[in-house]
């Protein structure tokens, strides 16, 4: 039973992860786990970081604290769009700009304005149509479908060490909320109601 309620707790505790600094609870948000065996091809990399991207229709918001990385970042951006989900490689689209370099473990919090076309890789917005509307909408689309991913760039991997597929995650409801609680309690009441053994 004790495991039971370290599950549960646990994935309350994973639901619960904080939004960026900015994001409202009803904007789309994103997250990706970024890891060597992600990478194209997969490295041992005992690098890792958990990436959250907020999109409220006119910026980006993003949150991602890395660690343990074999070498020192060189760049990371978000590559866009592949041909299939969660598959093959991508061109640079968002470029992260003021990330911090020549660092093995650090955070990288900023927000970026999906209107601006300083904040995008030049190729990425010719490819779409020249122009920041079209960019920024094959950007959207591409994460919607899981098309898009996280790459951190380092001196050890310069294709890239680590790398996370954007994926939705969904905020849960109050009510959510409200059905956990009451499955946590039921559970421990009914832990208390069995006979030793």
Not at 45 to 61: E, R, Y
Not at 69 to 85: E, I, M, R
Not at 120 to 142: C, E, R
Request: with cysteine.
């Amino acid at each position: 039973m004790k495991r039971v309620l370290s599950v549960l707790a646990l994935a309350a505790a994973s639901a619960a992860i904080a939004l960026p600094a900015g994001a409202a609870p009803n904007d789309p948000t994103y997250r990706a786990v970024a890891s060597g065996a992600l990478e194209s091809p997969p490295n041992a990399s005992p690098g890792s970081s958990l990436v959250t991207i907020d999109l409220n229709g006119k910026q980006m918001l993003v949150d991602m604290p890395f660690r343990d990385l074999d070498g020192t970042t060189t760049a990371a951006h978000v590559h866009c769009c592949t041909s299939s989900a969660f598959t093959g490689t991508a061109p640079v689209a968002v470029p992260f700009q003021d990330f911090p370099l020549g660092v093995t473990a650090g955070t990288y919090s900023n927000a970026i304005a999906l209107g601006d076309e300083a904040f995008y890789d030049p190729a990425f917005v010719k490819a779409h149509g020249g122009t920041v509307q079209g960019a920024a909408s094959a950007l959207v689309d591409g994460i919607d479908a899981n098309e898009a991913y996280v790459n951190i760039h380092t001196s050890a991997y310069p294709n890239g060490e680590i790398r996370g597929w954007l994926v939705a995650a969904p905020v849960p409801e109050t009510a959510e909320w409200a059905m956990l609680a009451v499955g946590l309690a039921g559970l421990m009441w009914m832990s208390r109601r069995r006979p030793a053994v």
